[in-house]
């Protein structure tokens, strides 16, 4: 069973570029999360993508977006990139339909963004 | 909307020592309940979780949490602490199945668990 993955595991952009993160949900999964972990912080929920449609959505603004594809993989996208966006980004996979697993979530390594 | 307070954001103990690592949610139903840990430069890796049934969870690494309600709290312990459970340990909690806020997880701000020789 391989686990989730995401890609790449740091990253460096400047202020008003863009970014695209991956992530590949656990084998078995249909729904991949993103969690924004500012250091020293919990992780806070970004969106959530379930058979390819955004299905509950933090406190983040619209530069935030991200697309779920038929293999349940998915990317996250930062527009307008801003210095506060420096941070690890954590996907996390599970299996919605699978109600006694209490939306027991599988976090992958995290993608460490830095913005200059 | 659901909070998760934990209590005391540095924890020392001395290697052999009783680990506590207090949380306290706020929510109007009682929540689907999580612990996490997460070691440096890594992912968070869950120890154990509530959903319902008996009020005492046992999880991964000798870790053990009891759900109570009146309380609202959901407190991690290990009788007998070891050096490899040095790392940060977060409490989260999710919406029950059905709601709109199932397996969307609110963390707490976390608690950094540091074993003494």
């Known amino acids: 069973e391989t686990g989730v993955t995401q890609s790449p595991t740091h990253l460096i952009k400047t202020r008003g570029q863009q970014v695209t993160l991956r992530c590949s949900s656990q084998?078995?999964?249909?729904?991949v999360s993103w969690y924004q972990q500012a250091l020293g912080q919990g992780p806070q929920f970004i969106f959530q993508?379930?058979?390819?449609?955004?299905?509950g959505r933090g406190n983040f603004p619209p530069r935030f977006s991200g697309l779920q594809f038929p293999n349940y993989s998915s990317e996250l996208n930062v527009n307008a990139l801003e210095l506060d966006d420096s941070a690890l980004y954590l996907c996390?996979?599970?299996?919605?339909?699978?109600?006694?697993?209490?939306?027991?979530?599988?976090f992958g390594p995290g993608t460490r963004l830095t913005v200059l | 909307a659901q909070s998760v307070t934990q209590l005391g954001s540095h924890v020392s103990v001395s290697e052999g020592a009783l680990v506590l690592l207090r949380c306290n949610y706020s929510s109007s139903v009682p929540p689907y309940l999580f612990w996490y840990v997460q070691y440096p430069n890594q992912g968070l890796q869950l120890l154990l979780k509530y959903t319902t049934g008996a009020t005492l969870v046992k999880g991964i690494n000798g870790f053990e949490a009891e759900f109570k309600k009146s309380e609202t709290s959901f407190h991690l312990t290990k009788p007998s602490a070891h050096m490899s459970d040095a790392a940060e340990y977060f409490c989260a909690v999710s919406g029950r199945a059905g709601g709109t806020s199932y397996g969307k997880l609110t963390f707490g701000q976390g608690t950094i668990l540091t074993v003494h020789p």
């Open positions: 084998s078995g999964h249909n729904t």
């Open positions: 993508y379930y058979r390819e449609e955004e299905n």
């Open positions: 996390a996979s599970s299996s919605q339909t699978s109600g006694l697993a209490g939306g027991e979530q599988f």
